[in-house]
């Protein structure tokens, strides 16, 4: 406990000192973190195969290129994002100068996925860090290998203090979520993201929880999938989801029991539309 009340504590000292407000400190983080993907991305493609034995396509495509992607965009969009929005003003206001100003929240924890533990604890920490946040980050135990090297990385190219990493179990994840955050960042299942938002409610702590959950799909024998695809209606729309859910798995071996992405699509009569339609 002790353990964790020092690294929060930490962390919030160095928000506090006001050091991760400025515009230009934000980007060069960001500039660090870009640097560290593009310096490490042997180590960090070698990581997702030792765990989760991810090709290269795959990995490549959804966990650097996903992050490398993130970054452009964040600090390119940053300054406008940031920049002080003027308010409306009506007969009583016209005469006064309001803008809306941005502020960053505080300590943010992060707490990672095992199925895509790089980009699912780089993503919310690229935003955390554009916003002026302290973060903590906690990578998935159970994707070992990931989660010991960003616990290497970070330090080594970020704040030390600003911007921490966890590492551990089921213990270490529970003493952390008793410590007050001023957000938390959940990717994960339902029964832990229910234990995450009850030990933020005690501190009226805010959450954003992405959970995974079945979305059934059911495609009937008689489907035309050519003429469904095309019409751009929502059967079409539904229909195009499915068959990309489908062919992402099995074309990057990412998934041998649909398994590894967050939400589970199931397909039924599938089989035979493959027989009939193959194209």
């Known amino acids: 406990m002790e353990k964790m009340q020092q690294i929060v504590g930490r962390a919030r000292a ?153 590492t551990g179990g089921v213990p270490e994840t529970t003493e952390l979520l008793t410590q007050r955050f001023d957000h938390i960042l959940y990717t994960g299942n339902t029964a832990v993201g229910k234990i995450v938002m009850a030990a933020a409610a005690k501190h009226l702590t805010p959450v954003t929880l992405e959970l995974g959950g079945k979305s059934p799909c059911y495609i009937d024998k008689d489907c035309d999938l050519a003429v469904a695809c095309r019409s751009g209606s929502a059967v079409g729309e539904v229909a195009v989801g499915a068959l990309w859910g489908l062919f992402v798995c099995a074309f990057f071996d990412q998934c041998p029991v649909m398994g590894q992405v967050c939400v589970l699509l199931l397909l039924f009569s599938f089989s035979h539309l493959l027989q009939h339609q193959p194209s």
């Open 14 to 166: 160095a928000f506090r000192s006001g050091r991760s407000r400025p515009l230009e400190f934000r980007i060069q983080q960001l500039k660090a973190l870009e640097r560290m993907v593009q310096e490490k991305e042997k180590e960090i493609l070698a990581a997702l195969k030792a765990d989760l034995n991810k090709c290269g396509p795959s990995a490549y495509s959804h966990e650097i290129l996903g992050v490398l992607g993130e970054l452009a965009l964040t600090m390119e969009k940053l300054p406008s994002w940031a920049a002080p929005q003027p308010v409306k003003k009506n007969l009583l206001t016209m005469r006064d100068e309001a803008y809306i100003g941005y502020e960053p929240l505080g300590v943010v924890l992060v707490i990672g996925a095992w199925n895509y533990p790089f980009v699912l604890v780089m993503q919310p920490l690229i935003g955390a860090i554009a916003a002026g946040n302290a973060v903590v980050v906690k990578p998935s135990e159970v994707s070992e290998n990931t989660a010991r090297l960003v616990a290497e990385l970070l330090p080594q190219y970020l704040d030390k203090d600003l911007y921490a990493v966890v």
